[in-house]
């Protein structure tokens, strides 16, 4: 045989890449007893993880009770997640009528079916559109009442998780396009709307959203002429809308600046107009590259809803701290933040997760 | 030479006047006086040093850039700030760009079929036929669901070609649409062209590819400093330039 022949092109040809991994004891060899030093941080980490993970679990899990009244929970070592179970109609729901609170549970549930079902890209067609406008209306109906011998129900009762989600979704899904059409604005030739747009911006980035969640409620009414009031939730929907914009605008503004002008070049060599070249050519690339920060945007907007306490409106934060006011359940602050905490967790996280996805999907360099 | 033989496929209408036209950039001179007629399946190629204001003579033949003094008319419709006669003249002008400039997120054929279908108004299914007749002319069609970021640069710079036809041009414009290719990709888009050009096209050719020039163009021009320095049929022109300019920059490019 030609055994001796190593470097026939055939053998190049068949050498396989090194072997990098060989099990668990070879992977924690290169990477957590690599050297002295990494070794013993290795084991100090691993002492403090002794430390805290057990009592942790036997805290949280084995030693606490979930169906106790207050006083029992005194008695016990363990968490006492009976804050939470008892009050979870408060916590979730606020003032609305007790026996009427089905009508907002089924009003977050299609609204979390229609978000599920709007993840995939298959489904964004027109009748997905359509979907959503029946179900807003079937939520309005579902919350506000009074129509198909439903009880009407002051939205001053409104609160708890309802009140949080509507006030994220239609915040975040209403400050997107103002915000894309700001940034367009600023870009604008036409000086009267480039100046609108800056001062806009630059004037709503320079004010916390307290100050505007406040001016909507109090300044805001003085300019109505007598009698007239807007509803309370919506004014506080607008200026969130009307502040979170203000951030989209500049992240999409960064977009628009990524593309390179032979896109311009080429949309309009074709003969298309201004608005088909932002709609077909650049704000879909744009949009695209600006997924992460817009994400990040959407998020702590999310999380700055609970901001609407400031005009006393009861979202789900607000809820939570008001059942811990019950002399009962006044000592249980941390498992209800910590539930609390889990339904703010889960939100972003489904948010970030999505961004992620949806930015694999529009990749299309390789 | 074969594609020589359409010379008399020229017609005598003017599909192009540049009259007396001038650019600036700022205080800059980059157009001084040009004046060009184009006839109707005539074609040209430009050469000239970097900086002669070639590919912004014929940026200007579409509005990509403005000019400023002169007239330009393209088509029996004169360049203004009209932006309707501007948008008409660019349905009717294509161009091919040196880096491609193809929509990365759209696949080849969403690529070719969106000029017919947004500013044509042509039926999806129409504008996918014809698409895909254009495919075929360039060697692409197996390609057409891939993305640009999937194709080499001559792949791109063909469906670029095929982009362009697609919208039913009756002139193109070529902005150096090999100077960006490596050099095995460079007759393949040449190929191209010069099957265009067998078809009749009116071109503008920004180009150094004097191959090119001499096997397909009517007439060549040197341009330096702004200024047309010296036009002729592509013969005349190699064997016998005469400005002094043109000898020295045929010595460079030709060695």
């Known amino acids: 045989m030609e055994e001796t022949h190593h470097h026939t092109p055939d053998t190049i040809g068949d050498l396989k890449p090194p072997l990098t991994e060989v099990g668990v004891i070879g992977w924690m060899k290169a990477n957590l007893f690599n050297g002295w030093l990494n070794s013993i941080l290795t084991i100090i980490v691993l002492y403090l993880l002794w430390l805290t993970i057990p009592p942790l679990i036997n805290w949280a899990l084995i030693k606490s009770s979930w169906l106790a009244s207050g006083e029992q929970c005194k008695a016990g070592e363990g968490a006492c997640w009976s804050v939470v179970t008892a009050n ?7 003032f609305y009528p007790h026996q ?59 609160g708890g998780l309802p009140l949080t989600l509507l006030l994220a979704v239609f915040g ?41 969640l406040f001016m909507s409620s109090v300044v805001f009414p003085l300019f109505l002429p007598e009698g007239m009031t807007i509803n309370k939730i919506l004014r506080a929907q607008v200026a969130i809308i009307i502040f979170t914009a203000a951030y989209i605008a500049e992240v999409v503004r960064g977009g628009l600046q990524g593309m390179s002008k032979g896109q311009y070049e080429a949309a309009a060599s074709l003969g298309l107009n201004y608005f088909q070249t932002m709609r077909l050519i650049i704000l879909p690339q744009a949009l695209k590259i600006v997924i992460p920060p817009s994400v990040s945007i959407l998020i702590s907007a999310f999380k700055d809803t609970s901001l609407v306490v400031i005009i006393a409106l009861y ?31 889960v939100c972003c996280f489904f948010m970030s997760n999505y961004s992620r996805r949806l930015e694999k999907e529009l990749d299309t360099s390789l | 030479m074969n594609s020589k033989q359409a010379d008399q496929t020229i017609d005598q209408a003017a599909i192009i006047t540049i009259e007396n036209m001038h650019k600036w950039y700022g205080e800059f001179h980059v157009l001084k006086d040009i004046n060009l007629t ?86 999806k299914k129409e504008a996918e036929e014809i698409a895909m007749y254009y495919l075929e002319k360039v060697r692409i069609a197996e390609q057409a669901l ?97 400005h002094e300019r043109t000898q020295l920059f045929l010595s460079q490019i030709l060695d």
Request: glycine share 8%; net charge neutral; charged share 20%.
């Open chain 1, 315 to 345: 979202d789900l934060l607000k809820t939570t701290q008001t059942t811990l006011t019950d002399p009962q359940w006044m000592g249980y602050s941390a498992e209800a933040y910590i539930f609390v905490a889990l339904i703010y967790f």
């Open chain 2, 38 to 123: 184009v006839k109707k399946g005539e074609r040209i190629v430009i050469c000239g040093p970097s900086g002669s204001g070639k590919s912004t003579l014929i940026r200007c033949i579409n509005r990509l850039e403005e000019h400023q003094r002169g007239k330009i008319i393209v088509d029996g419709i004169e360049l203004t700030n009209d932006l309707k006669n501007i948008e008409k003249i660019r349905t009717e002008v294509g161009m091919v760009f040196q880096h491609f400039n193809l929509f990365p997120h759209l696949t080849i054929l969403e690529n070719l079929t969106l000029g017919p279908i947004w500013v044509r108004k042509t039926p």
């Open chain 1, 100 to 158: 009427l609170q089905w009508r907002p549970l089924l009003a977050v549930v299609i609204l979390i079916l229609l978000l599920l079902y709007s993840q995939n890209r298959n489904h964004w067609h027109k009748s997905l559109f359509y979907g959503w406008l029946i179900g807003l209306f079937t939520m309005g109906l579902l919350l506000k009442g009074g129509l198909f011998g439903l009880e009407p129900v002051e939205s001053n009762n409104w």
């Open chain 1, 88 to 94: 979870i109609r408060f916590i979730l729901f606020g």
């Open chain 2, 146 to 242: 891939k993305f640009p970021g999937q194709l080499s640069g001559g792949q791109q710079q063909r469906v670029a070609i095929a982009r362009s036809l697609c919208m039913k041009p009756n002139a193109m414009l070529f902005d150096e649409p090999t100077s960006a290719l490596d050099p095995e990709m460079v007759k393949e888009v040449l190929d191209v062209m010069i099957s265009l050009a067998q078809d009749g096209m009116t071109m503008i050719v920004v180009s150094h590819e004097m191959g090119f020039a001499k096997s397909v163009a009517h007439r060549v021009l040197f341009m330096d400093g702004g200024e047309i320095l010296e036009q002729n049929d592509p013969e005349e022109f190699f064997n016998n330039p005469q």
């Open chain 1, 172 to 212: 975040l899904t209403a400050a997107y396009p103002v915000g894309v059409m700001l940034a367009l604005g600023r870009q604008s030739r036409m000086p009267v709307i480039k100046s609108f747009c800056v001062v806009y911006i630059e004037l709503i980035r320079g004010v916390p959203l307290i100050s505007l």
